[in-house]
């Protein structure tokens, strides 16, 4: 299988609205273009392959990927997403397309769902299948020299010191557990299933207490920074109104960040359907915080603040702690 021939593809400049391809000093720190900056596409044009194949030499198995990626000369930082419950690796793709701008390389896996279903009491999926969706990301994440060979554009431009995870529904679980978020699981309580290796995380659209034997304690190790966004109307049947946002509430301070973007569904997200504009407020607020956790820039910091309330004028809201 890793004989496999890569399908690349490039969104020229004239199709994504960037500017020319920029160097690493450029990467590290993007200077805000006017007060929206991290709305517009970045100073990259995007690149990507459609389907890859990496070896998971810890099971012995393969992990397919999907990747995008800038052109330039890098390092970029590598973030890894996780996607909802019998999904692929080509949802969320606008908004990967929109981080790859931006000077990120965006890596998605395709998990293995098959008989993981909603229950009675939520989302409780066997231990076996939570285990080794965490594990292709960790695949991900271990594989990075795998991506610098197979595709050539990368080869000597990831950096292994920055790393997130980022993930949509029982990918934004995944997201959670992987920067430490604690969960019972099998006969095991509160265990810690969280790669040091990642510096920040993005859950969109996360699942609180109940699900997946998340309790009251599941957050207490949350300790890097975390981005959790949601929508009024991104509501469980059976979960009360404020429940995707117990991930938030339970979270200790120190740079954690929860965006509620008005009229917003569950399925409201990635820009994987025409309707809403939910995506311009996920695409926003993300740059600015990858820039912030993964580049050490202080005005991606400062813009969800300051500047993300007034972007969003009335559309979208913005807590932090």
């Known amino acids: 299988m890793l004989n496999r021939v890569l399908k690349r593809w490039t969104i020229l ?35 990507g392959v459609e389907s890859l194949t990496l070896a998971d030499r810890q099971r012995g198995t393969d992990v ?27 949802l969320f793709g606008a908004v990967s397309m929109h981080w790859a701008s931006h000077g990120y390389v965006v890596v998605h896996p395709t998990h293995n769902d098959s008989g993981v279903r909603m229950g009675p009491d939520g989302m409780q999926p066997p231990a076996e299948k939570v285990r080794n969706r965490i594990r292709d990301v960790t695949a991900v994440l271990d594989a990075l020299e795998q991506i610098e060979s197979r595709i050539p554009d990368l080869q000597g431009k990831l950096d292994p010191t920055r790393l997130a995870v980022a993930g949509h529904s029982y990918g934004s679980f995944i997201t959670m557990l992987s920067g430490g978020v604690t969960v019972n699981i099998g006969q095991e309580l509160n265990a810690n299933l969280g790669d040091p290796r990642v510096q920040c995380i993005l859950p969109i659209s996360p699942s609180g207490r109940g699900d997946y034997g998340m309790n009251d304690a599941s957050w207490d190790n949350l300790t890097i920074p975390a981005l959790f966004i949601t929508g009024t109307e991104d509501q469980r049947e059976g979960r009360h109104e404020g429940w995707r946002m117990e991930p938030y509430e339970f979270s200790p301070a120190g740079d954690k960040y929860q965006i509620v973007i008005e009229d917003a569904a569950h399925s409201s997200f990635g820009g994987d359907r025409p309707d809403g504009d939910a995506p311009t407020y996920v695409k926003a607020a993300s740059a600015a915080f990858w820039d912030f956790c993964l580049n050490g820039a202080g005005q991606g910091k400062t813009w969800l603040e300051d500047g993300f309330i007034e972007f969003a004028d009335g559309a979208a809201t913005i807590a932090f702690k």
């Open 13 to 47: 400049p004239g199709l994504i609205c960037v500017m020319a391809a920029a160097g690493a000093s450029e990467a590290r720190g993007l200077e805000p273009q006017g007060d929206y900056a991290y709305a517009e596409s970045g100073p990259f044009s995007v690149q």
């Open 64 to 90: 397919l990927v999907r990747v995008y990626y800038p052109n330039g000369d890098g390092p970029f930082p590598v973030v890894a997403f996780s996607h909802s419950v019998n999904g692929s690796k080509d």
